[in-house]
């Protein structure tokens, strides 16, 4: 559909209730938690000393940074100076605390018992030593610790940037258990070159935690769940992900709410519907006060880390915010994407076994091209195939060709191609991160959900690829969600579950109480732990849709109303100059369109003729749900070089 004329910005209430919530939480975790992050705690009376009060503009490198790299997150308080950045270090965002030379930064706390001092520290590039062919930067970073007697430096390094360089960075960690309960005086030094951009990155202050819970989210982009043997596949793509279903409990009908990454991904952080979070189109990005699933569990002192495969999920879009480290691994379209993931991914959750912690994993390694490595790429393959890999974009099968026929040998190395990245990824990542868990010894605790942001279309309804339809082969993707403990373990629940429903879950497993209306999301914990599935109940509705033109140029918009078993979809017509774009002629599009899906799962039969009641019931609620509550204020964005880049290789531009 059309997006929603844009209106003056309201903040929601809703917004405002769950701001209030996390700002409160984000206090009281400091004081039950025993998690004392510096950069939200730190304001205009801890800053000592920093060239960023009265910046020199003679400084280039100092006035490179000042206010480019502005932090907007709920819980972090006022940024004094400027100081507090979500700074962009490549495609990767990191919480920092700008420290250039003389930078001194105090601050005190009782210390809790176990307690460790974490951080980073190191120098970012500035554009004369990037480009220069010699010099370097030089700056010393020292921790220096008062118990009401003399001083005593804990920690002193000296850090060289030499040029070429983009970052010289290293890691720091305090045992402070021998001043736990008294009152501490800390101060964060850095001397040396006046000019370079020295950083303090995610410092922290936490209690080791012996029972520690750990929730990880995991999104496959472009996996459809019925391409999974726990969703009925008759082909072997997904053992591990089988083995992870039979401890947890599977959503036999989950959609998503849209057909494409980005929207689909941030209304999985936030609950809410794309009509009502606002970024429909690829320029514009998450409004900074609408509160987030790491967001939520950074108020309750949960370490939080991201590592994704970029482009539309990127920093850049507001993915990064309430992550104290949102890391993009090397390039989008990497056929070995799955095997890096599972790489950093273990080495990262054994780092940080010692304290809470939200892990959000996603990897673009489904996704077109399908060139999974030997000998996954051939495993599906019919016996003389022509090809071991496929990139679609150069076939342009996602924009003029995105309705050419092909035979049906072609058709089904596509799909054999496609399955042999999920079996690479299942076994790569799944099966890799699984088993770490399990060597670790808290696969109990923790908390593993299984997603995907969309599915895959091999033609079904005369297209391919994605960002077009709202067709279930496109909609309907895997939600595998283990419980603490794997509780209720092998349970299948087919009541409809929604994309919008993982941060509600998350939140009620964890005991975090979320405000009773506002969000789209609920709960699935009711349903997983039994609750009635009964028909008399009021059916759950879903929302799913595509504003015109939102990424393939020349695809209309529509929107699809889910009520099991029915799906009810609106189109809007091609236009002229829309249908002569084409090199093959889109089918037929009917302007309504009516599926029962429990007896017609590949939406073949069109029934919107035949029940022109329940089409009007459907007219109905699609005028009443199908509008913004208050109009969020999604931020208008430039897309930079470097994503237009990422977004290339995906065939999105």
Partial sequence: MKRPPRRPTVLPALLLLLAAFI???????????????????????????????????????????????????????????GIKMKLHLGPSDVNALAAAPPTTIAFGLRVPPDA??????????????????????????????????????????????????VLAFNSGSIDLSRFAGRD?????????????????????????????RYVILVSLDTLRSDHLGCYGYDRDTSPNIDLLARDGVRFAES?????????????????????????????????????????LLKARGFCNAAFTGGGYVSGFYGFSKGFDSFRVLGEVNDR????????????????????DFFLFLHTYQIHNPYSAEEPWNRRYLREGAGLSELDMTPLRFNHEERFKPVSKEMRRDIVGLYD???????????????????????????MIVLTSDHGEEFAEHGS?????????????????????????????????????????????????????????????????????????????????????????KHIPGKVALVRFPHTFILNEPYTPEDLAYFLSPPPP??????????????????????????????RNLLRERYKPRKKPAATKVDIGDDLIKQLKSLGYL
């Avoid at 057909?259 to 209304?267: A, E, G, N, R, Y």
Wanted: net charge negative; charged share 25%; with cysteine.
């Fill in 336 to 355: 070995d994407a799955a095997a890096k993931l599972a790489d950093k991914a273990t080495r990262w959750i054994e780092k940080n076994l010692d304290r």
């Fill in 464 to 552: 391919w690829l994605h960002t077009h339809s709202v067709y279930d082969e496109l909609l309907r993707v895997p939600l595998i969600v283990k419980f603490f403990g794997s509780r209720n373990a092998g349970r299948t629940v087919r009541t409809p579950a929604f994309l919008v429903d993982v941060m509600p879950t998350v939140a009620e497993e964890l005991g975090i109480k979320l405000p009773s209306e506002g969000l789209d999301g609920k709960s699935l914990l009711p349903l997983a732990d039994g609750g009635d599935d009964a028909a008399g109940k009021v059916p759950r509705l879903g929302i799913s849709d595509l504003v015109s033109h939102a990424m393939d």
């Fill in 255 to 295: 959609r998503a709410p849209s057909p494409w990454t980005l929207p689909s991904h941030l209304s999985m952080m936030t609950a809410l519907n794309t009509i009502n979070h606002g970024v429909f189109t690829p320029d514009f990005s998450l409004d900074p006060a609408t509160p987030t699933l790491a967001e």
């Fill in 589 to 618: 599009l009917a302007e309504v369109e009516l599926f029962d899906v429990s007896r017609d799962p590949g939406e073949t039969r069109n029934l919107a003729a035949d029940q022109p009641a329940l089409v009007r019931e459907f």
């Fill in 184 to 212: 501490i005086s800390f101060r964060l030094v850095t001397d040396g070159d006046e000019r370079a951009l020295a950083f303090w990155f995610s410092p922290v202050i936490y209690s080791v935690r012996r029972n520690a």
């Fill in 116 to 165: 460790r001092f974490e951080f980073n520290y190191g120098i970012r590039c500035d554009e004369e030593i990037l480009h220069a062919a010699g010099g370097s930067r030089t700056a010393g970073f020292a921790v220096v610790l008062s118990a009401g007697g003399p001083k005593e430096t804990l920690f002193r390094r000296t850090i060289r940037l030499e040029p070429g360089r």
């Fill in 420 to 446: 042999g990245e999920i079996r690479y990824t299942d076994e790569s990542l799944i099966g890799s991160l699984v088993a770490k868990l399990k060597a670790l010894g808290i696969y109990d605790r923790t």
């Fill in 23 to 81: 700002s409160g939480a984000c206090s009281r975790a400091k004081e039950d938690v025993g998690v004392f992050r510096v950069i939200d705690r730190i304001g205009a009376k801890n800053v000592v000393a920093s060239p960023f009060k009265t910046p020199d503009p003679k400084n280039s490198s100092l006035m490179e940074v000042s206010g480019k790299f502005g932090m907007n997150e709920l819980g972090t308080g006022e940024n004094p100076f």
